[in-house]
């Protein structure tokens, strides 16, 4: 399970963005991509996993999260807030952004 979750808003629709670790990338390998809108990753994903012979498993699952965030936020999200463990600061630090 991520560590922390970030809530997003665009015209009062809100969406949770896990940061850290995915583990549902890790089970379900594309899939959660697809499930989440991102249907363009969800096939990067697909045809790495086939020409890695599934060894792409192992690393989106570490990247996965923080590329969902940047999809949600390039896609005209805002932030509203941060719950988990760890504070925006720490945050914005671990994943290199600045949240707006």
């Known amino acids: 399970m991520a560590h922390s979750t970030i809530v997003l808003e665009k015209f009062g629709l809100r969406k949770e963005c896990p940061i850290g670790f995915s583990w549902t990338t890790l089970i379900f390998g594309f899939w959660p991509a697809l499930f989440r809108g991102q249907v363009i990753m969800g096939l990067i994903m697909l045809i790495l996993q086939i020409c890695t012979l599934g060894l792409s498993v192992l690393i989106f699952p570490f990247i996965y999260n923080k590329l969902y965030l940047n999809f949600r936020l390039e896609g ?25």
Not at 79 to 86: E, H
Not at 94 to 100: C, D, R, S, Y
């Open 76 to 100: 005209g999200y805002e932030f509203v807030s941060v719950s988990g463990k760890k504070g925006r600061e720490e945050i914005e630090a671990e994943l290199g952004i600045k949240l707006p």
